[in-house]
């Protein structure tokens, strides 16, 4: 720690900095430091920190930006950090400079005469990053700023006002423009100046999309890089950490094992088996691990971005890459269940490769009926006998040595016929395979798992833990409020006065607004998205009768398309037409969701109700099973949404018998009387 020239105190910029924000930076350097260095010296500096094969062309950005940089900012007193890493994101802000209370986050287009959108939403994306998950950062005035070199000076844009959350409108600028750019910004800015030394020190807090956590798992980080670390969220490490030791302990002692963590909606299972995945992605690796998936929509975007992201780090590094090669080496690590489960059937004595199996969404495995059902009708396998946890169990039976199968556990969530909950794993524990170890979480016994009779039947068996480690009891999906899926749990519970309680609280930091009109739903939308975040439109697969509003439920969607394509796709998410349901989005999230609610499941002061559109007309649903899956399909499509969500309940139409408003209506008026936003 030490006070520079100009009296301002600094803890660990100079220099080789040890301190997070430094590590996670080429260069860092106070301002008078940076002004008075050589820019060679500067540049290699970056080249020693920088992982990817140098071209001639990033040499000459780096010094054309130190050159315009130590011109604009000689005589400003801060601090700059030159290349500093996002890791949700996996890129790098070009310069982030601190002066007074203000964080500039300038991004470099040399060169370039033209701000394109793409190249705003990405300014916007990293400001948005510093000010929703870098603890110093979250009441500072950010100020993202594009600079396009040899952009027209007419061109460019400056913010008149700094906005209550502090975050400025981006500007644009070209190099000559940039220390006006600057002047403006300090000259609206409020105080209190920053504390560099506390700024360098605090926490980096990130909430990934499940999609950033496995591009940032892939590339080698670990779950405590991109995750929370706050005290709501600090088991998603521990759970991580038990499963790695139960695989390790199961492996060292030469048994069989299996292990369920459950969870929350939103809570980080996925991520947990996908850091247990991660860690052992090498074939040759003696703990070689898979992850599986039923979800077919959520196995086919994963491999596609993981494809998409490994072509665009090897184009980095100047060599040549091939999306269809990249794509072979992905399936292996993240595959659909239903492909494994095959590839076994081939040779019913040969182990498969990978001692360690990660099951996700286990709750939605194949009860008996369903999977007998299938292997007669699509395998020819008059013969089968086993139920789906049955046989993919008795697959990693097959090792001589050593096993372990993990399964991720979502309550409430099975939304298909014949996905048979929790209790098919444990029956067929209990009746085929006596040998093996459970670690359980020790709320498997609750009611949303449905399974608390035969969990309680396995405690007098022998070598069977329950722990608690293996819950994760916190959303970490909405970073801006834990207790979503809590609300959405007592709204669909009918427990009125709770919701209405959790709701005032939620809204503090997560808006949640209620409307009669798509078009006003689509235009909140698109005011409340900053940046490239994410919003889209998801309905119930039951939703037959919002064609009238141009959604079309029985389209189909191309989930690859919807989640990862951008603005200028009309095929994506973004464009609001096409719609993705509860099948589509199960496992995945939107940073803002719009819900439209239709007549098929509806409020009456009986309770909820639930239809099937079949036909001319509406049809009681009155199996448990259907009920239950109708249910948590709303719950699904409630709790997609990481910041915020806007509710649809459409008004009807006197004129059509199967819109009648009397459908709607009670549905609009109780959610209303939860204490949602009317618009």
Known sequence: MYWDANGLYFSSVKGSSSSAAAQRSYYSATLA??????????FARMALQNDFDLTGTQRDAWLEQAEVLQRVLAGHIGALYLEFTIPRMGRRIDALVIIGPVIFVLEFKVGEQTFSSQDVDQVVDYALDLHNFHEGSHDACIAPVLICTRARRDR??????CPPDRLFEVSWTNSDGLAATIAQILSLADPPEIRIDQWEESGYKPTPTIIE????????????DISRSDAGATNLSKTAGTVASIIAATKARSEKAICFVTGVPGAGKTLVGLDAATKHIDHKDELYSVFLSGNGPLVAILQEALARDKVRQERLRGRTARKGAALSEVRAFVQNVHHFRDECLVDAEKPPIEHVAIFDEAQRAWNLKQTVDFMRRKKGRADFSQSEPEFLISCLDRHGDWAVVICLVGGGQEINTGEAGISEWLSALDQSFPDWRIYASDRLVDSEYDAGRIVESLRTREHVEFKSDLHLATSIRSFRSGNVSKL?????????????????????????????????ARRWLRGQARGSERY???????????????????TPVNPVHWFLNGKDDVRS?????????????????????????????????????????????????????????????????????????????????????????????QTFDYLSRSGMSLI
């Open 33 to 42: 430091e940076f002004c008075a260095a050589d820019r060679n010296e500067i």
């Open 156 to 161: 460019q844009r400056f913010p008149d006002t």
């Open 213 to 224: 956590a496995t591009l940032a798992l892939y590339r080698g980080h670990s779950v405590t």
């Open 488 to 520: 959405v749990k007592e709204l669909l519970d009918l427990e009125l006065g709770a919701a209405r309680e959790t709701l005032r609280h939620v809204q503090e930091r997560y808006p949640i607004a209620l409307t009669r009109d798509l078009n006003t």
């Open 536 to 554: 889209g439109i998801v309905v119930s697969s039951q939703a037959e009768r919002l064609k009238p509003h141009a959604l079309h439920v029985k």
């Open 573 to 665: 998410s973004y464009y609001l037409e096409d719609v993705g349901t509860e099948f589509h989005v199960q496992g995945l999230e939107l940073d803002w969701a719009c819900v439209v609610w239709d007549a098929d499941f509806r409020f009456t002061p009986e309770g909820w109700q639930h239809w099937s559109f079949r036909g001319n007309g509406w049809q009681r649903i009155l199996a448990h099973d259907r009920q239950k899956y109708l249910k948590n399909a709303y719950r699904v499509l409630l709790t997609r949404a990481r910041q915020g969500m806007v509710v649809v309940v459409p008004r009807g139409d006197d004129e059509d018998p199967t819109r009648n408003p009397a459908y709607y209506d």
